[in-house]
């Protein structure tokens, strides 16, 4: 099995089994590109290429009347009569959570303990003070000052139990012994706010849609972590998508499948540093379709430092939905320092967050509610510290249920991908992991009888290639039932039955993200894996030079190690398409090959996997390029102008550790 071997091989294994097999080394290598005259393009990246998702830039070709041999065959893939014989083009990985190349990597973590001191409660319009030492205090309102930054109102002195009509305050309290403390607090002031219904319709299926998200989350990492989270889903009858998958890279390409049903670059430009970005308002955004159906909505994340529509876009000049707390982090990340101190007084933040999705249920019972809820604090940097979230998510979720909210919502439990760099995704079923992340859906008891067709589709679905795509197109779906949505992009509703023959390209995912199992290990000596590789940094080079900034002080990489490489190898439903009944897939033949590389650069020590096709002897490099170990502050010097560029950069004036 190609995949046990790659897994239970080390790093240093891989790269002294690369070393010893080599006919030759990278500077042969180079040598040898330079006798062929190999011609090196410029990356086309252009918006339009992008958006057709398949579009890639060609960095390397090899002129047809020099071709050696060597380089112009693939190795052969397919023999007559072999190959997957199962209909579906995608088979989804049936990954082992407690697989050994994962596990050595797993430890138990402690759950956080915030010692400090509660000195008052903020609740439907009243400021209570808790601590008997507190004698007086005083509060000024946090305002939204754009999405990056946050104001103080006027200091209000406040008595016990006085009315508070605002929804997000700084309290200043003083003790008996002449000390002031202080803490951020947000209740739901429910009185402040008053809606349009004018052009409220109906949604065809009267259900609160709660979405709650955790950063790189994989399915398999909630087996192991948040064990008491899957059993009580699974107890309340809840669905597990297996070939779940994600769209791109990081969590804002996930988000925004969701929540607008395109691509970021379907949108107009918004990344920042691009030339006329400007914010996300005018995206394709769910909510306003929510709201003219009568729905409350609502967005949090706690991940202030790298909000998923504000670390590489420009963020909302407004906000975006009813609820959205954001001014309300930012000022907890300004006082505690967070992520590194991820104590408020005596509460973690994910136990504050989720107290906020507890608020938003019990203020508006009667309220048809869509809600978004994002975690990333715990989670985002490490493998084994999403554990700390199981305790307060637990609590909300048997909150909801005892409160009846779970008799009339549609859950969403997910995570944006799985865990993007260090050892642990430096693994074979590591890389896979990034690729399926958690993704359950839970429905009252009434919907799974009252609607049976749907739930017979959602259970055929579960072990069905999924994307992002296909849960905005679901949200869709439940406004107009029985009508099915239009007008989608892409992607469809999971109330219907997807396709079991569906491929990566028809649920959204680009070649390099795709999870199907069509890839079989390939000797790293093969010209192509040489040559992919160097197209791959070539590709990375290009791009650092596009802009004045990263030209200047960005330095050049260059190949150091090739970890392993794998080649696609099309099932036969896929062969069936492209050869004559009976054919075979030979050396030569008109076809192309597609790699996936893992390789090292110098001198950032960057870990990269990459997707190359070569095809009538051009190496054609995906515009999607991981870096999957952790690159810290490498890129300082051009990370708040380009953060597109973070993950390739290493400033020429770096001086820590590589």
């Known amino acids: 099995n190609s995949v046990t071997h ?20 990278i500077s042969d290598i180079k040598a040898i590109l330079k006798k062929q005259k190999a011609k090196i393009q410029e990356p086309v990246t252009t918006r339009s290429d992008i958006r057709k998702a398949t579009a890639t830039p060609t960095l390397f070709e090899t002129p047809d009347s020099e071709s050696n041999s060597s380089m112009a065959e693939c190795p052969s893939v397919i023999e007559e009569g072999s190959g997957n014989k199962d209909p579906r083009i995608c088979l ?24 400090g001191t509660t000195y008052g409660k903020l609740s439907n319009g009243t400021l209570k003070f808790v601590d008997p030492n507190v004698i007086s205090a005083s509060y000024s309102p946090i305002l939204r000052k754009g999405d990056f930054s946050y104001t103080l109102g006027p200091k209000v002195p406040v008595k016990p139990k006085s009315p508070i009509t605002d929804e997000m305050i700084e309290v200043s309290f003083r003790l008996k012994n002449g000390q002031i403390k202080k803490d951020s607090l947000i209740q739901i002031a429910t009185e402040n706010r008053k809606y349009d219904t004018k052009y409220s319709k109906k949604p065809g299926i009267p259900l609160n849609i709660l979405v709650l998200g955790i950063d790189s989350l994989s399915y ?17 009858n809840a669905l597990f998508f297996s070939g779940h998958t994600i769209v791109g890279d990081g969590t804002t390409p996930q988000l925004t499948a969701m929540l607008t049903g395109k691509y970021i670059e379907e949108q107009y430009e918004a990344r920042t540093g691009m030339p006329g970005a400007k914010p996300v308002d005018g995206w394709t955004w769910i909510f306003k379709q929510l709201k003219e159906h009568g729905y409350l909505t609502g967005i949090s994340e706690d991940g202030i430092w790298n909000g998923p529509f504000q670390y590489r876009l420009m963020g909302f000049k407004n906000p975006p939905t009813d609820l959205y707390p954001r001014p309300f982090f930012l000022a907890i990340a300004k006082r505690t320092k967070y992520p590194s101190d991820r104590c408020v007084n005596n509460r973690n933040v994910p136990e504050i967050h989720f107290d906020y999705v507890r608020a938003v249920f019990n203020s508006y019972p009667k309220k048809l509610k869509f809600f978004v809820s994002f975690n990333a604090g715990y989670s985002h ?14 609590a909300l979720l048997k909150d909801l249920k005892s409160n009846g909210h779970l008799d009339n919502t549609l859950v969403i439990l997910f995570g944006d991908h ?14 896979l992991e990034e690729r399926l992340p958690l993704f359950a859906i839970l429905t009252p008891p009434w919907f799974q009888s009252k609607y049976p067709n749907i739930m017979e589709n959602l259970k055929r679905n579960r072990g069905r290639l999924t994307s992002w795509f296909d849960v905005y197109a679901t949200f869709r779906h439940v406004l107009s039932y029985p009508d099915p949505p239009t007008g989608l ?28 199992l069509q890839w079989v290990t390939v000797d790293a000596r093969h010209p192509h894996i040489q040559n992919a590789a160097l197209a791959a940094i070539e590709y990375i080079n290009n ?55 893992q390789f090292v650069t110098s001198p950032n020590e960057g870990l990269f996997e990459a997707t190359v096709k070569y095809h009538k002897k051009r190496f054609v490099v995906g515009t999607s390029i991981s870096r999957i170990n952790k690159y810290g502050d490498q890129p300082a010097c051009v990370a708040a102008k380009l953060p597109h560029v973070r993950k390739y950069c290493l400033c020429k004036d770096y001086t820590g550790l590589l």
């Open 418 to 431: 799985g865990l993007r760099y260090g050892k642990v995704r430096a693994q074979v079923q590591g890389k």
């Open 6 to 25: 790659e897994e239970g091989r080390t790093d240093g294994q891989k790269r002294r089994s690369l070393r010893a097999v080599l006919p030759f080394n």
């Open 381 to 394: 940097h490490e493998i084994n510290e999403v554990k700390k979230n199981q305790v307060p998510l637990m």
């Open 220 to 236: 398999a990492n909630a087996i192991r972590k948040l064990p008491e989270v899957v059993k009580f889903l699974k107890q309340n």
């Open 92 to 115: 989804i990985p049936e990954l082992d959570p407690f697989h050994p190349s994962i596990m050595q990597y797993i430890r138990d973590t402690k759950d956080p303990d915030c010692r």
């Open 543 to 597: 791009l650092l030079s596009k802009d004045n900034t990263s030209l200047h002080n960005c330095t050049s990489l260059t190949l150091k190690d090739i970890n392993f490489a794998q080649l696609e190898r099309p099932n036969q439903a896929v062969v069936n398409t492209y050869l004559k009944k009976g054919a075979t897939f030979k050396q030569g033949e008109e076809y192309f090959c597609r790699y996936r590389l």
């Open 489 to 516: 992009t892409r992607g469809q509703s999971l109330f219907s039955e997807v396709p079991k023959t569906r491929s990566c390209k028809e649920a959204g995912t680009a070649e390099h993200w795709c999870p199907c």
